[in-house]
């Protein structure tokens, strides 16, 4: 069974920054894309970044500048430097993953809440 496992939410204040980590295990294979979103309370999960195998990156506009998805060395795992956080970027950080190999598979993490304090 494929499983993500985030880590490095925590509590910061406004204008710092935290790096989120995300590894995935039960695979031989690597994932084609690998992202994050986050759900803020009373709000609908919404993209933040995401990194296909390839190494092309997609954000969402206002994180733009300020968050860098990047992938590990290590097969399937995921990382997000976030700074300048602002405490309307308090949400819970999900790591999602999709594989077509052996077959199609999307996965997602149990999520890592961030809270930014003003």
């Known amino acids: 069974q494929v499983q993500l496992v985030e880590s490095g939410g925590g509590l910061v204040q406004a204008g710092g920054s935290l790096r989120l980590s995300c590894a995935a295990s039960?695979?031989?294979?690597?994932?084609?894309?690998m992202g994050w979103y986050r759900q803020a309370p009373g709000k609908q999960r919404e993209l933040v970044a995401s990194?296909?195998?390839?190494?092309?990156?997609n954000y969402a506009d206002s994180m733009k500048g300020r968050f860098t998805i990047s992938r590990g060395n290590a097969k399937n795992t995921v990382y997000l430097q976030m700074n300048s956080l602002k405490p309307e970027d308090t949400a819970v950080y999900y790591c999602?993953?999709?594989?077509?190999?052996?077959?199609?598979?999307?996965?997602w993490g149990q999520g890592t809440l961030v809270t930014v304090s003003s």
């Open positions: 999602n993953a999709e594989w077509s190999l052996p077959r199609f598979l999307k996965v």
């Open positions: 039960g695979s031989i294979f690597s994932a084609n894309a």
């Open positions: 990194i296909t195998s390839g190494g092309s990156t």
